[in-house]
């Protein structure tokens, strides 16, 4: 059963780079046909999909995130980091990191989640 744990600062100027890292447990990030996503939900706002990474490495960002948005991965650590730059009040959210394979879930709807992460961006 892959688990998922997001970490990082519940609180980034406006401006400055969002980072968070997503923890992965009960699976590698390099098993075949695995995607390991970002989402996240604004306040009063649905989901948004902002990006994944594949177990190749490759990476794939939704258009409305494309330009300030980098998703990397620590294979060293099973790990998989968003970058977000550029902050604006606009990107406080609950932050999730989730994850789906080739046979069950898919970018919509993936089928592992973290429980989410609190970032705010205020000054």
């Known amino acids: 059963q892959v688990q998922l744990q997001e970490s990082g600062p519940g609180l980034v100027k406006p401006s400055q780079t969002l980072a968070l890292t997503c923890t992965v447990s009960g699976g590698s990030i390099t098993t075949n046909y695995y995607y390991w996503s970002w989402i996240r939900q604004p306040p009063g706002k649905g989901l948004e999909r902002i990006g994944y990474i594949d177990y190749r490495g490759s990476t794939y960002y939704s258009p409305s995130f494309k330009g300030r948005t980098s998703i990397s991965r620590d294979t060293s650590k099973n790990q998989f980091i968003l970058q977000l730059s550029s902050v604006t009040p606009e990107d406080t959210a609950v932050y999730y990191c989730?994850?789906?394979?080739?046979?069950?879930?898919?970018?919509?709807?993936?089928?592992?989640w973290g429980q989410g992460t609190q970032v705010t961006v205020s000054s």
């Open positions: 989730a994850s789906w394979d080739g046979y069950s879930g898919n970018y919509e709807s993936p089928r592992y």
